[in-house]
């Protein structure tokens, strides 16, 4: 019989938050910058999911075979996204009812992103306050990103649930791989940046086609 989870750990770009305008408006800069051919925003749903390093080397495309450009991109990337992180980015629709709901039922919350630590922490207290998470963690040393499973089970243990009580959302690939690597509930956010198909190609348990779904797997009463 499956487990109802007893806590909840989320992806943030593309599973809480709608990012991406900001993400594509800070990476075109540079590549504007360096003259190089900037990206429709569709191409950067495909280039999210596995850090700012990735991303940019994916923007840069074959210019990323310069290392030093590839490394001037990436700081100048992280400096670009500092100063626009918060003007088109928003919750989706439903993401704050649906973690008020959750948090009122006591269910332990985490987030667990590729993006840079510092960033995850500032946006995620930025839209979300008071916050409803127990942690957050983002891409830091200690741990390997995304689809390693050691940040996910780390979480798990500071929440004090064992692996398979806890179910993980998220909206790509990446994140169903870390949930069954894991050994947590896989749960496919279709609302997000990657799309239905890509989620049950990677094996997720359950697809959710709106964050209010979640109430219905974790049983939480609205």
């Known amino acids: 019989m499956p487990v109802t989870p007893r806590a909840v750990i989320f992806d943030l770009d593309g599973t809480l938050l709608d990012t ?9 800069a540079v590549l504007f910058a360096h003259g190089l051919p900037e990206h429709p925003l569709t191409a950067y749903r495909r280039f999210v999911g596995s850090g700012l390093g990735q991303l940019v080397a994916l923007a840069l495309g074959q210019a990323a075979k310069d290392r030093a450009l590839l490394a001037q991109a990436v700081a100048q990337a992280e ?17 704050p009812e649906m973690l008020a ?12 992103s590729n993006k840079p630590d510092g960033f995850t922490k500032l946006s995620t207290n930025h839209y979300f306050t008071p916050s409803p ?3 957050i963690f983002g891409e830091q040393p200690g741990f390997p990103r995304k689809p390693a499973p050691d940040a996910a089970l780390e979480l798990a243990r500071l929440m004090g649930v064992a692996p398979n009580e806890v179910a993980f959302l998220g909206d790509s ?50």
């Open 133 to 135: 998470f127990a942690h």
């Open 79 to 95: 400096k670009e996204y500092g100063r626009r992180w918060a003007d088109k980015t928003r919750p989706y629709a439903g993401v």
């Open 173 to 222: 690939d990446i994140d169903m791989k870390t949930a069954k690597s894991a050994g947590m509930l896989a749960l496919g956010a279709a609302w997000g940046f990657r799309g239905e198909e890509e989620l049950r190609a990677a094996g997720a348990d359950r697809i959710l086609t709106s964050p209010l779904d979640l109430f219905a797997v974790c049983a939480v009463q609205e």
């Open 20 to 28: 991406l305008e900001d993400i594509a408006d800070a990476m075109n």
């Open 101 to 112: 709901a959750l948090s009122a039922q006591g269910l332990p919350l985490a987030i667990l």
